[in-house]
Protein backbone atom coordinates (compact mmCIF):
# COMPACT_ATOMS: atom_id res chain seq x y z
CA UNK A 1 0.00 0.00 0.00
CA UNK A 2 1.27 3.39 -0.79
CA UNK A 3 1.08 5.23 2.34
CA UNK A 4 -0.75 8.44 1.97
CA UNK A 5 0.69 11.68 3.68
CA UNK A 6 -2.04 11.38 6.16
CA UNK A 7 -1.57 8.03 6.92
CA UNK A 8 2.31 8.48 7.39
CA UNK A 9 1.91 8.97 11.11
CA UNK A 10 3.36 6.17 13.10
CA UNK A 11 0.13 6.11 15.63
CA UNK A 12 -2.28 5.95 12.83
CA UNK A 13 0.04 3.54 10.75
CA UNK A 14 -0.17 1.54 13.83
CA UNK A 15 -4.06 1.64 13.96
CA UNK A 16 -4.43 0.65 10.62
CA UNK A 17 -6.65 4.21 9.59
CA UNK A 18 -8.28 4.27 6.40
CA UNK A 19 -7.11 7.71 5.44
CA UNK A 20 -10.77 9.09 5.51
CA UNK A 21 -10.62 12.41 7.08
CA UNK A 22 -13.56 11.74 8.93
CA UNK A 23 -11.92 8.98 10.75
CA UNK A 24 -8.80 10.47 11.02
CA UNK A 25 -10.16 13.37 13.38
CA UNK A 26 -11.66 11.22 15.51
CA UNK A 27 -8.79 8.90 15.60
CA UNK A 28 -5.92 11.28 15.81
CA UNK A 29 -8.14 12.39 19.31
CA UNK A 30 -7.71 8.99 20.49
CA UNK A 31 -4.28 8.05 19.74
CA UNK A 32 -2.19 6.87 22.48
CA UNK A 33 -5.12 7.02 24.67
CA UNK A 34 -6.96 3.69 22.88
CA UNK A 35 -5.14 1.65 21.16
CA UNK A 36 -7.55 -0.58 19.67
CA UNK A 37 -7.13 -3.33 17.39
CA UNK A 38 -10.09 -2.31 15.90
CA UNK A 39 -9.56 1.48 15.23
CA UNK A 40 -10.91 1.21 11.44
CA UNK A 41 -13.96 1.57 12.93
CA UNK A 42 -13.45 3.51 15.76
CA UNK A 43 -15.55 6.30 16.12
CA UNK A 44 -18.02 8.36 18.56
CA UNK A 45 -21.67 7.98 18.60
CA UNK A 46 -24.39 10.41 19.52
CA UNK A 47 -27.46 9.13 20.22
CA UNK A 48 -30.69 11.19 19.91
CA UNK A 49 -31.20 10.22 24.06
CA UNK A 50 -28.23 12.55 24.01
CA UNK A 51 -25.74 9.81 25.33
CA UNK A 52 -22.13 9.75 23.35
CA UNK A 53 -20.72 6.45 22.99
CA UNK A 54 -16.88 6.01 21.96
CA UNK A 55 -15.87 2.99 20.60
CA UNK A 56 -16.25 0.64 17.49
CA UNK A 57 -18.54 -0.27 14.64
CA UNK A 58 -18.42 -3.80 14.38
CA UNK A 59 -21.25 -4.85 12.03
CA UNK A 60 -23.41 -2.47 9.86
CA UNK A 61 -26.57 -3.19 7.47
CA UNK A 62 -29.67 -1.42 6.16
CA UNK A 63 -31.53 -0.93 9.17
CA UNK A 64 -29.09 -1.85 12.21
CA UNK A 65 -25.58 -1.56 13.66
CA UNK A 66 -23.82 -3.34 16.48
CA UNK A 67 -21.37 -1.13 18.34
CA UNK A 68 -18.80 -2.22 20.92
CA UNK A 69 -18.11 0.08 23.89
CA UNK A 70 -14.72 0.96 25.11
CA UNK A 71 -15.32 2.00 28.51
CA UNK A 72 -17.11 -1.36 29.42
CA UNK A 73 -16.29 -3.29 26.43
CA UNK A 74 -20.09 -4.15 26.12
CA UNK A 75 -21.77 -5.22 22.41
CA UNK A 76 -24.74 -2.50 21.70
CA UNK A 77 -27.12 -2.97 18.95
CA UNK A 78 -28.86 -0.40 17.54
CA UNK A 79 -30.77 1.03 14.81
CA UNK A 80 -29.67 3.88 12.34
CA UNK A 81 -32.90 5.99 13.74
CA UNK A 82 -30.97 6.09 17.50
CA UNK A 83 -28.60 8.02 15.71
CA UNK A 84 -28.66 11.42 15.84
CA UNK A 85 -29.83 12.06 11.80
CA UNK A 86 -26.26 13.87 10.55
CA UNK A 87 -24.55 10.77 12.22
CA UNK A 88 -26.61 8.21 10.57
CA UNK A 89 -26.10 9.67 7.65
CA UNK A 90 -22.43 10.15 8.02
CA UNK A 91 -21.51 6.25 9.24
CA UNK A 92 -23.95 5.03 6.90
CA UNK A 93 -22.22 6.57 3.77
CA UNK A 94 -18.70 5.00 5.18
CA UNK A 95 -20.15 1.78 6.25
CA UNK A 96 -22.99 0.62 3.45
CA UNK A 97 -22.43 3.68 0.87
CA UNK A 98 -19.59 2.43 -1.53
CA UNK A 99 -19.22 -1.19 0.19
CA UNK A 100 -15.45 -2.35 -0.69
CA UNK A 101 -12.28 0.46 -1.43
CA UNK A 102 -10.60 -0.98 -4.53
CA UNK A 103 -7.15 -1.24 -5.28
CA UNK A 104 -6.09 1.53 -7.56
CA UNK A 105 -2.88 2.07 -9.70
CA UNK A 106 -1.01 4.85 -11.21
CA UNK A 107 -2.08 5.48 -14.55
CA UNK A 108 -1.80 7.82 -17.14
CA UNK A 109 -4.46 10.38 -18.84
CA UNK A 110 -3.76 11.55 -22.41
CA UNK A 111 -6.03 14.41 -23.64
CA UNK A 112 -6.25 14.37 -27.29
CA UNK A 113 -6.66 17.11 -29.73
CA UNK A 114 -9.94 16.49 -30.53
CA UNK A 115 -11.11 16.70 -26.80
CA UNK A 116 -11.14 13.11 -25.99
CA UNK A 117 -9.26 11.58 -22.47
CA UNK A 118 -7.82 8.35 -22.13
CA UNK A 119 -6.84 6.93 -18.87
CA UNK A 120 -4.36 3.87 -18.99
CA UNK A 121 -0.85 2.67 -19.25
CA UNK A 122 1.50 3.08 -21.94
CA UNK A 123 2.95 0.02 -23.56
CA UNK A 124 5.13 1.88 -26.17
CA UNK A 125 6.44 5.72 -25.88
CA UNK A 126 8.28 6.84 -28.97
CA UNK A 127 9.11 9.96 -30.24
CA UNK A 128 6.04 9.49 -33.62
CA UNK A 129 3.34 7.14 -31.51
CA UNK A 130 2.48 5.76 -28.32
CA UNK A 131 0.26 3.12 -27.59
CA UNK A 132 -1.90 3.18 -24.44
CA UNK A 133 -3.58 -0.19 -22.77
CA UNK A 134 -7.16 0.96 -21.27
CA UNK A 135 -8.39 -2.17 -20.21
CA UNK A 136 -7.62 -5.48 -20.38
CA UNK A 137 -10.35 -7.08 -22.52
CA UNK A 138 -9.35 -4.87 -25.54
CA UNK A 139 -5.69 -4.40 -27.36
CA UNK A 140 -3.63 -1.21 -26.71
CA UNK A 141 -5.08 1.55 -28.76
CA UNK A 142 -1.82 3.14 -31.20
CA UNK A 143 -1.47 7.15 -31.16
CA UNK A 144 0.08 9.39 -33.43
CA UNK A 145 2.73 11.44 -30.85
CA UNK A 146 1.07 14.87 -32.45
CA UNK A 147 -2.78 13.80 -31.64
CA UNK A 148 -1.52 14.06 -28.01
CA UNK A 149 -1.46 17.85 -26.51
CA UNK A 150 -0.86 16.83 -22.39
CA UNK A 151 -0.46 14.03 -20.11
CA UNK A 152 -1.17 14.15 -16.68
CA UNK A 153 -0.90 11.50 -14.22
CA UNK A 154 -3.79 9.60 -12.94
CA UNK A 155 -5.32 6.95 -10.87
CA UNK A 156 -7.78 3.73 -12.07
CA UNK A 157 -8.45 0.79 -10.88
CA UNK A 158 -5.88 -1.77 -10.76
CA UNK A 159 -8.11 -4.75 -11.94
CA UNK A 160 -8.26 -2.77 -15.66
CA UNK A 161 -4.96 -3.40 -16.73
CA UNK A 162 -3.57 -5.85 -14.73
CA UNK A 163 -5.25 -9.58 -14.01
CA UNK A 164 -6.78 -9.41 -10.29
CA UNK A 165 -4.50 -13.01 -9.68
CA UNK A 166 -1.15 -10.97 -10.89
CA UNK A 167 -1.59 -8.33 -8.69
CA UNK A 168 -2.25 -10.68 -5.97
CA UNK A 169 0.78 -13.05 -6.77
CA UNK A 170 2.88 -10.08 -6.37
CA UNK A 171 1.65 -8.84 -2.89
CA UNK A 172 1.98 -12.54 -1.65
CA UNK A 173 5.40 -12.46 -2.39
CA UNK A 174 6.30 -9.58 -0.56
CA UNK A 175 4.00 -10.67 2.15
CA UNK A 176 5.56 -11.89 5.27
CA UNK A 177 4.31 -15.47 6.40
CA UNK A 178 5.04 -15.20 9.70
CA UNK A 179 3.84 -11.41 10.23
CA UNK A 180 0.13 -10.87 11.47
CA UNK A 181 0.27 -7.17 10.13
CA UNK A 182 1.48 -8.28 6.94
CA UNK A 183 -0.99 -10.80 6.69
CA UNK A 184 -4.04 -8.99 7.83
CA UNK A 185 -2.53 -6.34 5.10
CA UNK A 186 -2.69 -9.19 2.15
CA UNK A 187 -6.52 -10.19 3.44
CA UNK A 188 -7.24 -6.47 2.81
CA UNK A 189 -5.49 -6.01 -0.32
CA UNK A 190 -7.45 -9.29 -1.51
CA UNK A 191 -10.50 -7.76 -0.48
CA UNK A 192 -10.06 -4.87 -2.69
CA UNK A 193 -9.12 -6.88 -5.43
CA UNK A 194 -12.33 -8.78 -4.73
CA UNK A 195 -10.48 -11.96 -4.39
CA UNK A 196 -12.94 -13.25 -1.09
CA UNK A 197 -11.32 -16.86 -0.64
CA UNK A 198 -7.98 -15.38 -0.61
CA UNK A 199 -8.89 -12.36 1.63
CA UNK A 200 -10.64 -14.87 4.14
CA UNK A 201 -7.27 -16.92 3.91
CA UNK A 202 -5.31 -14.09 4.54
CA UNK A 203 -7.17 -12.53 7.73
CA UNK A 204 -7.97 -16.12 9.14
CA UNK A 205 -4.32 -16.49 9.47
CA UNK A 206 -3.87 -13.05 11.10
CA UNK A 207 -5.78 -14.11 13.91
CA UNK A 208 -4.16 -17.03 14.36
CA UNK A 209 -0.92 -15.57 14.32
CA UNK A 210 -1.91 -12.92 16.49
CA UNK A 211 -5.43 -12.82 18.79
CA UNK A 212 -5.16 -8.71 18.75
CA UNK A 213 -6.42 -9.12 14.87
CA UNK A 214 -9.35 -11.51 15.34
CA UNK A 215 -12.16 -8.78 15.86
CA UNK A 216 -10.69 -6.74 13.11
CA UNK A 217 -10.17 -9.61 11.11
CA UNK A 218 -13.81 -10.70 11.83
CA UNK A 219 -15.03 -7.66 10.63
CA UNK A 220 -13.32 -7.42 7.59
CA UNK A 221 -14.25 -10.57 6.53
CA UNK A 222 -17.93 -9.92 7.56
CA UNK A 223 -17.60 -6.68 5.05
CA UNK A 224 -16.08 -9.03 2.36
CA UNK A 225 -19.16 -11.53 2.50
CA UNK A 226 -21.47 -8.63 2.07
CA UNK A 227 -19.72 -7.21 -0.54
CA UNK A 228 -19.26 -10.76 -2.14
CA UNK A 229 -23.43 -11.27 -1.66
CA UNK A 230 -24.01 -7.35 -3.17
CA UNK A 231 -21.84 -8.57 -6.40
CA UNK A 232 -24.40 -11.60 -6.50
CA UNK A 233 -27.21 -10.34 -6.29
CA UNK A 234 -25.77 -7.45 -8.93
CA UNK A 235 -25.17 -9.82 -11.22
CA UNK A 236 -28.62 -11.52 -10.66
CA UNK A 237 -30.27 -8.43 -11.01
CA UNK A 238 -28.19 -7.77 -14.12
CA UNK A 239 -29.01 -11.21 -15.59
CA UNK A 240 -33.03 -10.56 -15.03
CA UNK A 241 -32.93 -7.24 -16.65
CA UNK A 242 -31.03 -8.66 -19.81
CA UNK A 243 -33.96 -11.35 -19.67
CA UNK A 244 -36.33 -8.75 -19.59
CA UNK A 245 -34.92 -6.93 -22.33
CA UNK A 246 -35.21 -10.04 -24.52
CA UNK A 247 -38.76 -11.50 -23.07
CA UNK A 248 -37.57 -14.55 -21.78
CA UNK A 249 -39.73 -14.20 -18.60
CA UNK A 250 -39.14 -17.80 -16.93
CA UNK A 251 -35.42 -16.64 -16.93
CA UNK A 252 -35.82 -13.39 -15.17
CA UNK A 253 -38.16 -15.26 -12.70
CA UNK A 254 -35.09 -17.92 -12.15
CA UNK A 255 -32.81 -15.07 -11.28
CA UNK A 256 -35.46 -13.28 -9.07
CA UNK A 257 -35.60 -16.96 -7.29
CA UNK A 258 -31.60 -16.88 -6.69
CA UNK A 259 -31.58 -12.99 -6.12
CA UNK A 260 -34.36 -14.12 -2.87
CA UNK A 261 -32.96 -17.41 -1.70
CA UNK A 262 -29.03 -16.90 -2.12
CA UNK A 263 -28.94 -12.93 -1.76
CA UNK A 264 -32.02 -12.08 0.32
CA UNK A 265 -29.93 -9.51 2.87
CA UNK A 266 -27.92 -8.05 0.53
CA UNK A 267 -29.39 -4.35 -0.38
CA UNK A 268 -30.02 -4.78 -4.18
CA UNK A 269 -32.14 -7.78 -3.16
CA UNK A 270 -34.67 -5.34 -1.44
CA UNK A 271 -37.55 -4.43 -3.76
CA UNK A 272 -37.96 -8.22 -4.55
CA UNK A 273 -41.29 -7.66 -4.36
CA UNK A 274 -41.59 -4.98 -7.17
CA UNK A 275 -39.12 -7.01 -9.25
CA UNK A 276 -42.34 -9.63 -9.36
CA UNK A 277 -44.61 -7.08 -10.12
CA UNK A 278 -42.67 -5.67 -12.82
CA UNK A 279 -42.27 -9.25 -14.19
CA UNK A 280 -45.48 -10.15 -14.33
CA UNK A 281 -46.89 -7.18 -15.93
CA UNK A 282 -43.94 -7.17 -18.80
CA UNK A 283 -45.27 -10.76 -19.43
CA UNK A 284 -48.95 -10.10 -19.56
CA UNK A 285 -48.49 -6.90 -21.52
CA UNK A 286 -46.21 -9.00 -23.85
CA UNK A 287 -48.69 -11.75 -23.99
CA UNK A 288 -51.03 -9.14 -25.08
CA UNK A 289 -48.94 -7.37 -27.60
CA UNK A 290 -47.57 -10.96 -28.87
CA UNK A 291 -51.45 -12.05 -29.49
CA UNK A 292 -52.25 -8.31 -31.04
CA UNK A 293 -49.25 -9.10 -33.81
CA UNK A 294 -50.46 -12.84 -34.54
CA UNK A 295 -53.87 -10.90 -35.35
CA UNK A 296 -52.86 -8.21 -37.27
CA UNK A 297 -50.35 -10.65 -39.18
CA UNK A 298 -53.32 -13.25 -39.70
CA UNK A 299 -55.10 -10.28 -41.08
CA UNK A 300 -52.73 -8.89 -43.29
CA UNK A 301 -51.57 -12.43 -44.52
CA UNK A 302 -55.29 -13.11 -45.09
CA UNK A 303 -56.04 -9.67 -47.76
CA UNK A 304 -52.33 -10.70 -48.96
CA UNK A 305 -53.30 -13.75 -50.13
CA UNK A 306 -56.96 -12.91 -51.09
CA UNK A 307 -55.73 -10.15 -52.99
CA UNK A 308 -53.12 -12.63 -54.93
CA UNK A 309 -55.90 -15.19 -55.63
CA UNK A 310 -57.89 -12.32 -56.74
CA UNK A 311 -55.11 -11.18 -59.36
CA UNK A 312 -54.67 -14.52 -60.80
CA UNK A 313 -58.58 -14.70 -60.67
CA UNK A 314 -59.04 -11.26 -62.76
CA UNK A 315 -56.42 -12.56 -65.50
CA UNK A 316 -58.52 -15.24 -66.49
CA UNK A 317 -60.22 -13.88 -69.46
CA UNK A 318 -62.63 -16.79 -69.95
CA UNK A 319 -64.21 -16.59 -66.02
CA UNK A 320 -67.66 -14.55 -66.18
CA UNK A 321 -68.41 -11.65 -63.97
CA UNK A 322 -71.24 -13.92 -62.06
CA UNK A 323 -68.71 -16.80 -62.00
CA UNK A 324 -66.20 -14.70 -60.20
CA UNK A 325 -68.46 -13.01 -57.73
CA UNK A 326 -69.24 -16.60 -56.55
CA UNK A 327 -65.56 -17.58 -56.45
CA UNK A 328 -65.82 -14.56 -53.82
CA UNK A 329 -68.81 -15.62 -52.20
CA UNK A 330 -67.93 -19.53 -51.93
CA UNK A 331 -64.40 -20.30 -52.10
CA UNK A 332 -62.23 -17.63 -51.27
CA UNK A 333 -62.35 -17.80 -48.00
CA UNK A 334 -61.65 -21.44 -47.88
CA UNK A 335 -58.93 -21.34 -50.31
CA UNK A 336 -56.90 -18.45 -48.40
CA UNK A 337 -57.52 -20.16 -45.25
CA UNK A 338 -56.32 -23.25 -46.15
CA UNK A 339 -52.84 -22.02 -47.68
CA UNK A 340 -52.61 -19.71 -44.73
CA UNK A 341 -52.89 -22.70 -41.85
CA UNK A 342 -49.92 -24.25 -43.69
CA UNK A 343 -47.76 -21.08 -44.05
CA UNK A 344 -48.42 -20.04 -40.32
CA UNK A 345 -48.10 -23.47 -39.40
CA UNK A 346 -51.66 -23.59 -37.86
CA UNK A 347 -54.29 -26.13 -37.12
CA UNK A 348 -56.81 -24.58 -39.23
CA UNK A 349 -59.51 -25.26 -36.43
CA UNK A 350 -57.22 -22.39 -34.42
CA UNK A 351 -56.63 -20.39 -37.32
CA UNK A 352 -60.91 -20.12 -37.59
CA UNK A 353 -61.09 -19.31 -34.30
CA UNK A 354 -58.35 -16.58 -34.17
CA UNK A 355 -60.15 -15.23 -37.18
CA UNK A 356 -63.38 -14.99 -35.88
CA UNK A 357 -61.82 -13.75 -32.30
CA UNK A 358 -59.81 -10.81 -34.11
CA UNK A 359 -59.40 -7.33 -33.58
CA UNK A 360 -58.08 -5.66 -36.06
CA UNK A 361 -56.62 -2.19 -35.75
CA UNK A 362 -55.32 -1.12 -38.99
CA UNK A 363 -57.33 0.62 -41.82
CA UNK A 364 -57.41 -0.77 -45.01
CA UNK A 365 -59.53 0.72 -48.29
CA UNK A 366 -60.13 -1.28 -51.43
CA UNK A 367 -62.04 1.00 -54.16
CA UNK A 368 -64.32 -0.08 -57.19
CA UNK A 369 -63.33 2.52 -59.47
CA UNK A 370 -65.56 2.75 -62.63
CA UNK A 371 -66.65 -0.95 -61.70
CA UNK A 372 -69.09 0.82 -58.84
CA UNK A 373 -71.99 0.81 -61.00
CA UNK A 374 -72.12 -3.62 -60.81
CA UNK A 375 -72.78 -3.09 -57.28
CA UNK A 376 -74.27 0.41 -56.66
CA UNK A 377 -76.61 1.75 -59.50
CA UNK A 378 -75.42 5.30 -58.40
CA UNK A 379 -77.87 7.62 -55.41
CA UNK A 380 -80.69 8.79 -56.57
CA UNK A 381 -80.83 12.28 -56.11
CA UNK A 382 -83.61 14.31 -54.30
CA UNK A 383 -83.88 17.00 -57.13
CA UNK A 384 -82.13 20.05 -56.80
CA UNK A 385 -80.39 18.75 -54.18
CA UNK A 386 -76.48 19.92 -55.83
CA UNK A 387 -78.23 22.78 -57.52
CA UNK A 388 -76.26 26.05 -58.14
CA UNK A 389 -78.68 28.02 -59.99
CA UNK A 390 -82.74 28.21 -61.70
CA UNK A 391 -81.61 26.45 -64.62
CA UNK A 392 -79.75 23.41 -62.63
CA UNK A 393 -82.58 23.32 -60.53
CA UNK A 394 -85.05 22.65 -63.18
CA UNK A 395 -82.64 20.27 -64.83
CA UNK A 396 -81.50 18.32 -61.31
CA UNK A 397 -85.10 16.69 -61.04
CA UNK A 398 -84.95 15.05 -64.62
CA UNK A 399 -81.18 13.32 -64.00
CA UNK A 400 -82.10 10.40 -62.59
CA UNK A 401 -84.48 9.98 -65.42
CA UNK A 402 -82.54 10.79 -67.80
CA UNK A 403 -79.64 8.45 -66.85
CA UNK A 404 -82.40 5.77 -66.52
CA UNK A 405 -83.60 6.37 -70.41
CA UNK A 406 -80.29 6.50 -71.16
CA UNK A 407 -79.56 3.33 -69.63
CA UNK A 408 -82.56 1.37 -70.89
CA UNK A 409 -81.99 2.90 -74.48
CA UNK A 410 -78.50 1.11 -73.55
CA UNK A 411 -79.42 -2.02 -71.98
CA UNK A 412 -76.92 -0.80 -69.92
CA UNK A 413 -78.76 -1.60 -66.26
CA UNK A 414 -79.16 -5.52 -67.09
CA UNK A 415 -77.22 -8.71 -66.19
CA UNK A 416 -76.32 -9.25 -69.73
CA UNK A 417 -74.84 -5.55 -70.22
CA UNK A 418 -72.64 -6.23 -66.51
CA UNK A 419 -71.50 -9.13 -68.49
CA UNK A 420 -70.51 -7.34 -71.70
CA UNK A 421 -68.83 -4.77 -69.37
CA UNK A 422 -66.54 -7.27 -67.62
CA UNK A 423 -65.87 -9.13 -70.73
CA UNK A 424 -64.06 -6.32 -72.50
CA UNK A 425 -62.32 -4.86 -68.77
CA UNK A 426 -58.71 -4.62 -68.24
CA UNK A 427 -57.49 -6.99 -66.08
CA UNK A 428 -56.81 -3.67 -63.59
CA UNK A 429 -60.38 -2.70 -63.24
CA UNK A 430 -61.94 -6.49 -62.83
CA UNK A 431 -58.98 -6.75 -59.90
CA UNK A 432 -59.66 -3.99 -58.26
CA UNK A 433 -63.77 -5.00 -58.15
CA UNK A 434 -62.94 -8.36 -57.24
CA UNK A 435 -61.00 -7.39 -53.95
CA UNK A 436 -63.78 -4.22 -53.01
CA UNK A 437 -65.96 -6.80 -53.37
CA UNK A 438 -64.45 -9.10 -51.23
CA UNK A 439 -63.48 -6.30 -49.01
CA UNK A 440 -66.96 -5.36 -48.72
CA UNK A 441 -67.68 -9.10 -47.90
CA UNK A 442 -64.75 -10.04 -45.41
CA UNK A 443 -63.86 -6.53 -43.83
CA UNK A 444 -64.37 -5.72 -40.31
CA UNK A 445 -66.10 -2.75 -39.43
CA UNK A 446 -66.84 -1.79 -42.98
CA UNK A 447 -67.31 1.54 -43.94
CA UNK A 448 -68.67 2.62 -47.11
CA UNK A 449 -67.75 6.00 -48.55
CA UNK A 450 -67.85 7.20 -52.09
CA UNK A 451 -65.71 9.96 -54.46
CA UNK A 452 -67.71 11.80 -57.26
CA UNK A 453 -66.51 10.12 -60.75
CA UNK A 454 -63.61 12.31 -62.35
CA UNK A 455 -64.83 12.03 -65.69
CA UNK A 456 -68.68 13.53 -64.48
CA UNK A 457 -68.28 15.24 -61.74
CA UNK A 458 -70.58 13.27 -60.00
CA UNK A 459 -73.78 13.77 -63.05
CA UNK A 460 -73.43 10.73 -64.19
CA UNK A 461 -74.17 12.53 -67.68
CA UNK A 462 -71.82 13.98 -70.09
CA UNK A 463 -72.35 16.03 -72.89
CA UNK A 464 -74.81 18.72 -71.49
CA UNK A 465 -76.77 15.58 -69.89
CA UNK A 466 -77.38 14.08 -73.40
CA UNK A 467 -74.82 11.07 -73.14
CA UNK A 468 -74.56 8.59 -70.01
CA UNK A 469 -70.73 9.35 -68.12
CA UNK A 470 -69.04 6.29 -70.02
CA UNK A 471 -66.51 5.67 -66.82
CA UNK A 472 -69.41 5.43 -64.38
CA UNK A 473 -72.00 4.63 -66.33
CA UNK A 474 -74.49 6.47 -64.34
CA UNK A 475 -73.44 5.06 -61.05
CA UNK A 476 -72.27 8.80 -60.61
CA UNK A 477 -69.71 8.17 -57.69
CA UNK A 478 -67.17 5.69 -57.00
CA UNK A 479 -67.89 3.27 -54.30
CA UNK A 480 -64.81 2.97 -51.68
CA UNK A 481 -65.05 0.38 -49.09
CA UNK A 482 -63.35 0.84 -45.97
CA UNK A 483 -62.60 -2.26 -43.45
CA UNK A 484 -60.51 -3.29 -41.03
ZN1 LIG B 1 -69.17 9.52 -64.44
Request: hydrophobic letters at 40%; glycine letters at 6%.
Amino acid sequence: MTPSPRTSSPCLRALGLRSSALLLGAALALCGTFASPSAAHATTLRLRSGAVLHGEIVSADEERLQFRRWDNGGLVELTWAHLLPADAARLQAIHLGEGLEDEMADAVRLTLRDGRELVGRLVEDRPDRVRILLNLQDPPSTLSAASIVRRDPARVKAVLLTPAQELYDARARAAEPKSAQSQFDLGLACLRLRLYDKAKEHLQRSAELDPLFKDRAEAKLALGAREKAEEGARRELEKLEKALAVQKFDDARAALARLKDEYKNARSARGAAELEARIAAEEKSYVGDKKQFLDNKLLSDWWDAARSLLRKASSKRELELAKAKAYVDAILDTEVKESLARSMNLDPKDLEERWNQRKPTATKTATYGESTWLVDAGPRKKAGADAKSLEEFLNEGDLDKIIDQLRQSAKKNTAAAQEEWWKVASSEKRQAFLEAYAAEKFGKEVELKSQPCATCQGKGLVAGNAELCRRCVGARRDRVVVFR
